[in-house]
């Protein structure tokens, strides 16, 4: 079974530009989050969704990032423009419905310059 | 607020010994509670998990051990390998959505 698919593995941004990430859960997971990981910290949630629909999105600075999840499958993750603050690891994971678990892809290094 | 504090940052053991790392929730409404092992340059993978109503899991040389009432939870690693370094991550879950501790960096000297 694939596990979940991000793409791309790094990408290297001039500020003020726009950045998108992609993301393809593991076939059969309804539920998708995108998680910001920070140089020796935690991961911390952007936003989930269950389907298409994202039902906690708190966490995300809507003034820069948006997401989509169109027929409740890929997901895309989009900041724009960018700022330096912004150089993270981009994490996207999935889970079953009503499961604890959730599996992780490789995740996006993003270093904005 | 911090809402699951791990400690400790980092951690040597020697081959063969025990690691244990600890962590500590607020929200008592959390409902499981997983480990997760993650190395450099790769994402977080689940390692072993409990649920609250259970107060010890073992799965091979790893075990979680769940104080309800303390609200604390650990992770003890049995006759630790140097290919167990890594960072670990403690984490808890609330309708479907994981908090993160901040990762303890475990060294296993050979």
């Known amino acids: 079974e694939a596990g979940v698919v991000q793409s791309p593995r790094y990408k290297i941004i001039e500020k003020k530009q726009p950045v998108a990430f992609w993301c393809n859960p593991i076939s059969g997971h309804n539920t998708l989050y995108w998680y910001l990981q920070n140089l020796g910290q935690g991961p911390e949630l952007l936003i989930r969704?269950?389907?298409?629909?994202?039902?906690?999105d708190s966490q995300l600075p809507k003034d820069r990032f948006s997401a989509e999840r169109l027929k409740g499958v890929d997901s895309t993750l989009k900041i724009q423009p960018a700022e330096l603050g912004d150089s993270a690891v981009y994490l996207c994971?999935?889970?079953?419905?009503?499961?604890?678990?959730?599996?992780f892809g490789q995740g996006t290094r993003l270093t904005v310059v | 607020q911090q809402q699951v504090k791990q400690s400790p940052q980092s951690l040597i053991v020697q081959k063969g010994g025990i690691s244990i790392i600890n962590c500590a929730y607020e929200?008592?409404?959390?409902?499981?509670f997983p480990w997760y092992q993650q190395f450099p340059g790769k994402g977080p993978a689940l390692l072993i998990a409990?649920?609250?109503?259970?107060s010890e899991k073992k799965e091979g040389r790893f075990t979680i051990s769940f104080n309800k009432s303390a609200k604390q939870f650990s992770l003890h690693i049995m006759d630790s390998q140097p290919g167990d370094s890594a960072t670990y991550f403690c984490?808890?879950?609330?309708?479907?959505?994981?908090?993160f501790g901040k990762g303890t960096m475990l060294l296993v000297s050979p």
């Open positions: 994971a999935s889970s079953s419905p009503g499961q604890g678990e959730a599996f």
């Open positions: 929200n008592t409404a959390f409902d499981y």
């Open positions: 984490a808890a879950s609330l309708y479907s959505t994981l908090t």
């Open positions: 969704y269950e389907n298409e629909e994202a039902v906690d």
């Open positions: 409990i649920r609250p109503d259970v």
